[in-house]
């Protein structure tokens, strides 16, 4: 078992910055593959950005590349999401994910191959 504790989410105005964190505990948290999602109102939950355990590997969705950062510190078991110039339709709330899948080196996109996920933080972009 895998608990995610994403926290950093807020309001800030278009243009701003806000820097995401996700503690995770309860397993090896160095060798799986964490993700961050995103669901805005009445609309289906996507994918954002992944990264692989050793960060070496990342991935991102193509509305948030060059904008948002993922990085991780395993040693402090945290999965950190910087995301500069944000828009008003980055607005969402914000989960952290992980892929039990212990060495891969594949990132998924899909939300069902990730297995734990955090509670989320609303991240509220204002025009």
């Known amino acids: 078992q895998v608990q995610l504790v994403e926290s950093g989410g807020g309001l800030v105005q278009a243009g701003g910055s806000l820097r995401l964190s996700c503690a995770a505990s309860g397993r090896t948290f160095s060798n799986i593959a964490m993700g961050w999602f995103r669901q805005a109102p009445g609309k289906e939950r996507e994918f954002v950005t992944a990264i692989n355990w050793s960060g070496s590997i990342t991935k991102y969705a193509d509305s948030v590349k060059g904008r948002f950062t993922i990085s991780r510190d395993n040693a402090k078991n945290t999965v950190y999401l910087q995301m500069n110039s944000l828009k008003p339709e980055d607005t969402a709330v914000y989960y952290c994910?992980?892929?039990?899948?212990?060495?891969?080196?594949?990132?998924?996109?899909?939300?069902?191959?990730?297995?734990?996920w955090g509670q989320g933080t609303q991240v509220t972009v204002s025009s």
């Open positions: 994910a992980a892929d039990r899948t212990a060495w891969t080196l594949t990132l998924s996109v899909n939300g069902g191959s990730y297995d734990y």
